[in-house]
């Protein structure tokens, strides 16, 4: 018989077994190439999709494209992602920070998504094109069963120097909803903030200009996201900000990570 | 702001809305081919992947391979699974129950791994082949990032004639262990068995032979599932049944699951 | 060394061996499910694409998905595909006959298209979707690197009359131009018309109602195929034809093809 | 009606269109990051698959694995090949010259797989892996449909000084043999040695140490491969030198590429 025990960590299945919690763990992708995308948008429009105990801070959306290479927790594997978060202030009982609030995290690869929901990291799929690179434009594309919804462009990267570089290294405060549904009922079992503490560390940063441009899909093309793909592209798109470009190594801390209250 | 309502039910990322939950929904897969291997195996080896609550009927391992077509509510889209199950009881403070536990569910497509793990059923990634088939000899097979850990094969299908058939329709108690780790530290914050309610109408069924063969992983092949796949080939094929494939139609009734007390 | 015999067929890479060739060589596909579009369109556009030697018989284009299951030369294994062809008659020296020309063939695996390219059918890939099956609606579409350019729809099948079914077996002459370019100069070593004989032998059919969306792609997103794409889209859809639906065997007879004279 | 234009090229379907030939024309890829594995075997064995024309210089086989990024005629797109070589001479009536010669080429993406195999040079498909790079060791895996039949694993990259580098940039002689079957018929309708010249200009190099695992596959596994890889699996691994990391530039000069005499 299997008996789960105190001090593991465990993944479904469980059964399995687990492993030794360490609190200062950490895990380290050696190599991650990211464009940061930030744009204005409608404060009021984006305020309907951030819950109750967050508020908005800027009226932005930021989409961060980054291939994630050499991961060490999948053995040097890799996979794609795109995060579109929010910048928001968390007012909470005890807890009180600021971060970028995950609206909506696709990435390319099933293991690190269900690795991430657990932890309240919003994470569904779509396939992610690596970047490419041709006559100084990257281009990128996120689509599901062939139907591209999201084209990101950069163009003309200008390489920031040495001192803006390092100037760009720093912890960040990754935030989301965790939501657990109850089994057999409407409602959750869990539902609650977190913060997932992540540090970056590039050792290279360009400056551009940058495109993005939603497609919205048909409940036919995509049932389970196209609500929030329709919720995403009628956000205006007011102002681009310039591109950051990195280069670099990213390090999350999820052993740190905590339900804020 | 964005409020959870509490009658409705809420998939990650929650906050672009969700949807009345309705207690009689079902969802149908109109179009399910399935091919069911089944063999004895070392009970006592068996009964370490067994939670406390579940106790083996058999020492069984039964696996189920099925190409799901025409899936409601994924807009008739599919994919392919292969549950690896055991027969037990389930005897708690208020149940008492039969059914197949589900060790481990392998699936090539992340949108229902996502919503069945919220509900514990133990899904991981996997690219599962359609079936090749060829000169009456059905095969498929598991990889992961192109290495094989598990290759089915059955020969010489002999079709069942229509009251066979109609036999073998009916509610499949479907078992598993829901397990949400803690964040931030060692343990879960729900840990329970739950049951998940299907029913089976096939409308064509054979008898055949069949063939397992495991293939154990290392670490650097399958950082996430190794130990999985070197448990699950430990254990020792005794004795193969007859396989049964089948045609026909499946309903989940999720919303008629519950956490087992 | 490996030396050529002159009674074999290979591929490349041939110095690996080949095998004796066999002119009733017959390959079966066990089980194929299509469905055909057919629409008139202008003829003096569409004649644009029709080279020397044949000439339009109607300005219909042609589009036939397919869903080959079962293929005996590929061990039972899979493949979609799409014919994008036109109503003809060849009139050379030696040969006059009528058939479909292959103005181009997606599919989505590379083992058949090269073995029909060397055959002089103009295959080139797409992702191609299995069909989505919901409601009565069948779906499906062509896609490369994630931009959908061809968007299949058929609705309301009603089934055809066993007698119907019969008369739809038969020969088909599929028609193509093989043209292998000289290396390192323009101007081809081969240019020359052929013909591809097939039979096909269906179980089942229906029509339908059917819908045909093509979107052009830029270069950026489709650099070696956005030429064809954009000369097909511009083909207008004059009139819709019903759809048929078949379910069935295939026989390619690839040892009776023949260069046209 | 479509006519051929004598000073242009083609690809099939070429009634869409071609372009005009230029013979200075080279393509670029801009960054293509190599693993070369080099090791003796049995030369009696090895040449048994060098046609005629060719003979082996040393009894040896090369693997060149290399990720394809940036390259300009896909647009900036990418993709993992993994050439077969062994090295030669070859000694025609006009021509005399020491090259690679292409035993097999595996591609992960049919587009240049066709390009290529119409110049002669013998692309098939497989799944290749990107680089897991973890803890220093570089590994890459070729699949086909989920079973692996080649592994490459390098430990321990030294790098090279910048003076070495730069005496690594240089021309190859790519070789090749076209073998453009008969339609309907056995033999060959084209059959000749090829020549096709490419550029290196790595500006970034390593030494390590190498291992190399072939696994055959049975014809149900593979059924068009599996004679080239049992051939490869057979050919004894005597002593591997060090791999070969490079890093940097590579230039195909197809419109200089021609047929040898």
Known sequence: MFKLEDDKSYRMPAHFGGWIFDRDAQVTYHDVFGLAFLYTTDGDLLANYIPQGFELTKPQVMLQFQECRQVDWMAGSYYNLLTVAAPVRFKGQHDELEGAFALVVWENDTTPILTGNMMGVPKIYADIEDLHICEGTYRTRLSYEG?????????????????????????????????????????????????????????????????????????????????????????????????LMTRGRMHLMEARGRVLQ
């Open 147 to 243: 139907n591209a919804f999201l084209r990101l462009e950069m163009t003309d990267p200008q390489p920031m120097d040495q001192q803006q570089v390092e100037a760009l290294a720093g912890d960040v405060n990754s935030l989301g909803w965790r939501y657990i549904p109850k089994v057999g009922g409407p409602g959750a079992d869990l539902s609650q903030p977190i913060l997932f503490p992540m540090r970056s560390e590039p050792h290279s940063a360009w400056m551009g200009r940058g495109a993005v441009q939603w497609t919205p899909l048909t409940w036919e093309q995509n049932p389970t996201q196209h609500h929030i793909i329709k919720a995403l592209a009628e956000l205006p798109i007011i102002e681009m900000s310039p591109v």
